[in-house]
């Protein structure tokens, strides 16, 4: 039995896709890594690499979703009975638990920086570097607001997919837009601006090298949430007149459109007042905190671009909690309250070693790795790109290809040479790509 669960509309599934993978990837992670790898050339590489490779295995997933109605587990069990594929979903399932557990970690930051810039505590005479250190040090307030973190999330996942996940995100992703617009227009109108826009648009082709070429890959493979079985569990709520390229397609460039919104934001407000674009991950802390201070009402800008932050953190975990959520109801809704309350908590508490990972329990490591960037090692470097690749396998491997190709036509409206190209290049192009930038991972080339 399909689940009864299911999108209201073609937009709504479309917006929460789209949060679900527009989070801090691309809002904090596409910044600095383009920052360190030659601005304009890693975005050109990027973005053809999201289209060729990303693009496949977001359709995959979509294909397995809508072919079973099921969640991530009974996905496989119903499509390969008997099978052991079953196991990437709990795979999927597990990853996305763990995920969660510290990403929560980093969503409470934000809203700690979202106070931080209300109460009137960050100016000119801020000491951001010192700042970001207290703040991820502090026992107390990492996991109150990582408890809040996942108390907003939990809130609206246990209303379910239309009445909370759907309608969360038709408010949340307009507003992440409308604010990401007004903050381009500030930035990009400062004196000395055009230098920022210049290194996000205009190749400078020594940049263009197998490294850069490498992390664009590993870039445009993390920005759409693949492999985690995310997608798979948002697409069970499709209906089969739904159009999955056209969706697919959508979700993809409002993925592309906030990375590239987040570089014209960060960008040229960095050259506008000298600071240097390659500053890595703490860009979004220290960085340009300070640089708003430079901006007229930067405060208030700052407070309006963490706000956002927060929204796009937020999409993200609902799709993570929903995944776990959907494997545990197994279609049945009357549980989804009480499981959701009670994953939720399971979360924080496996999530409280990460938020210490970096103050009381800072010496406390694993493999020469704390909790926190254990965690992050093991779902990046391995459990993402193996679950990428064998969802890759599953579809155009082990599924019969006239089965796949004529589902993957109900509903839309594409050209028939559309779905063969797609599964081409999931059958060929995808596994060789994701092999590369496993690879690359883990240092192997």
């Known amino acids: 039995m399909k689940t009864s669960a299911s999108w209201s509309s073609r937009?709504?599934?479309?917006?929460?896709?789209?949060?679900?993978?527009?989070?801090?990837?691309?809002?904090?992670?596409?910044?600095?890594?383009?920052g360190t790898n030659g601005g304009a050339v890693f975005f050109l590489l990027f973005l053809l690499f999201t289209v060729l490779i990303g693009l496949p295995v977001l359709l995959a997933e979509f294909y397995i979703g809508r072919k079973s109605g099921k969640n991530a587990v009974d996905a496989f069990k119903t499509l390969a009975p008997g099978s052991l594929w079953?196991?990437?979903?709990?795979?999927?399932?597990?990853?996305c638990f763990i995920l969660l557990s510290f990403y929560s970690v980093v969503g409470g930051w934000v809203l700690n920086y979202v106070v931080h810039a209300f109460?009137?505590?960050?100016?000119?005479?801020?000491?951001f570097g010192a700042l970001f250190g207290q703040t991820i040090a502090d026992p107390r307030g990492v996991l109150f607001y990582?408890?809040?973190f996942m108390l907003m999330t939990v809130w609206v996942v246990r209303s379910g997919i239309s009445g909370g996940i759907e309608k969360a995100n038709k408010y949340l992703m307009p507003a992440l837009f409308i604010l990401f617009l007004v903050l381009v227009v500030r930035s990009v109108s400062l004196p000395g601006a055009m230098a920022g826009v210049e290194f996000l648009l205009k190749p400078d082709w020594h940049y263009f090298n197998p490294q850069t070429m490498l992390v664009a890959l590993g870039q445009a493979f993390f920005a759409l949430s693949l492999g985690v079985s995310a997608m798979i569990t948002y697409a069970a709520y499709l209906g089969e007149k739904q159009d999955v390229f056209r969706s697919a397609n959508s979700v993809m460039w409002l993925n592309l459109l906030v990375s590239l919104l987040a570089g014209l934001v960060i960008f040229p407000a960095v050259f506008a007042f000298g600071f240097k674009p390659d500053q890595g991950p703490g860009l979004i802390f220290v960085v340009l905190p300070a640089v708003f201070q430079h901006i007229p009402f930067g405060e208030v800008l700052f407070a309006v671009f963490m706000v956002l932050v927060s929204f796009a953190t937020l999409t993200s975990a609902f799709a993570m909690l929903e995944?776990?959520?959907?494997?545990?109801?197994?279609?049945?809704?009357?549980k989804r309250r009480s499981r959701t309350w009670q994953i939720g908590l399971a979360i924080f508490l496996v999530g409280i070693p990460?938020?210490?990972?970096?103050?009381?329990?800072?010496?406390?490591?694993?493999?020469?790795?704390?909790?926190?960037d254990l965690w992050d090692y093991l779902i990046t470097a391995w459990i993402m790109p193996v679950g990428a690749l064998c969802i890759s396998?599953?579809?155009?491997?082990?599924?019969?290809?006239?089965?796949?190709?004529?589902h993957m036509r109900s509903g839309s409206t594409m050209p028939a040479l559309v779905p063969q190209l797609w599964y081409?290049?999931?059958?060929y192009l995808t596994p060789i790509a994701i092999v590369l930038v496993f690879a690359n991972t883990l240092g192997w080339i």
């Open 11 to 34: 937009i709504g599934f479309i917006l929460s896709a789209a949060g679900s993978a527009i989070g801090l990837g691309a809002i904090w992670k596409f910044p600095y890594t383009a």
């Open 86 to 95: 079953h196991w990437v979903g709990r795979l999927g399932v597990l990853a």
């Open 119 to 127: 109460s009137g505590s960050v100016d000119a005479g801020t000491d």
């Open 146 to 148: 990582q408890g809040l």
């Open 323 to 334: 995944t776990v959520i959907a494997a545990v109801i197994r279609n049945d809704e009357s």
């Open 354 to 372: 990460s938020a210490l990972s970096f103050g009381v329990m800072q010496d406390f490591t694993v493999f020469g790795k704390t909790v926190f």
């Open 393 to 406: 396998l599953f579809v155009a491997w082990v599924q019969d290809r006239h089965t796949v190709i004529n």
């Open 424 to 427: 081409n290049a999931l059958r």
